[in-house]
């Protein structure tokens, strides 16, 4: 046990989906896992391990912030031997042309965050794993879902007066979050693998946007997305 997760030793899949709301861990370990358990509710940050398609799988939350998800997945991969961990999140769009509930996969994370300069890594730009992200897409492709791949932006200020037009034109970066960064940088010091899919919740050039409770019951294609690619690693 860590100061922030009380589960055991083998309560935790070798492959870990971490949407960042708690109540989203719920609904998807309630909806899709059989034989789902609790095994964490430390700060409320709800981790559920259970069965989907015969594959051990478990559902953490990781909170909101690069700072939240870097302690729970450094834990997650340094002292419960996770593998995998796939992030499932929701993002803002940065082009009119990504509409709401459309389906991303981050190939790299771009973020001037401090969370990996602290720690020696000065780059700006760090990729996801190439593997993971393979598996994505060929489930994707199964699936016959339409994936956008390409740079996110991982900011640590949710209100924020950045330049959308210099984000999407000059860096590349197809929409906003908030965590992606943390965990691909956890997962390449530790060497593990990461990924994450995010789906469109707002358009910030558009204005469009969902609810919270849309955005925490209605984002069943990533989710099954994600348990797909599961079943295969």
Do not use: W
Not at 129 to 146: E, G, H, P
Request: aromatic letters at 10%.
């Amino acid at each position: 046990m860590t100061p922030h997760n009380e589960a055991k030793l083998g309560e935790i899949a070798k492959t870990v989906l971490m949407p960042g709301d708690p109540l989203r861990a719920k609904y998807i370990a309630l909806n899709f896992l059989e034989d789902a358990h609790l095994v964490n509710e430390v700060r409320g940050m709800y981790a559920y391990t259970g069965t989907y398609k015969g594959k051990l799988v478990t559902v953490m939350a990781s909170g909101m912030g690069m700072p939240s998800i870097g302690i729970y997945s450094y834990e997650l991969f340094k002292f419960y031997n996770v593998e995998n961990i796939i992030r499932i999140g929701s993002a803002g769009a940065y082009s009119k042309d990504i509409n709401l509930y459309d389906l991303v996969l981050a190939s790299e994370s771009y973020s001037l965050s401090s969370y990996a300069k602290i720690q020696g890594y000065d780059e700006e730009i760090i990729k996801s794993n190439d593997y993971l992200n393979q598996k994505i897409k060929d489930t994707a492709d199964f699936m016959n879902f339409k994936l956008n791949i390409g740079r996110v932006h991982s900011t640590d200020v949710f209100y924020s007066e950045d330049d959308i037009d210099e984000l999407y034109n000059e860096k590349k970066c197809l929409c906003t979050e908030m965590e992606s960064f943390a965990l691909f940088y956890n997962a390449h010091k530790l060497n593990k693998r990461a990924a994450c899919i995010l789906t469109i919740s707002d358009n910030l050039v558009t204005k469009q946007e969902t609810s919270a409770e849309e955005r925490q019951n209605s984002f069943n294609s990533m989710i099954k997305l994600a348990l797909e690619t599961s079943v295969n690693l």
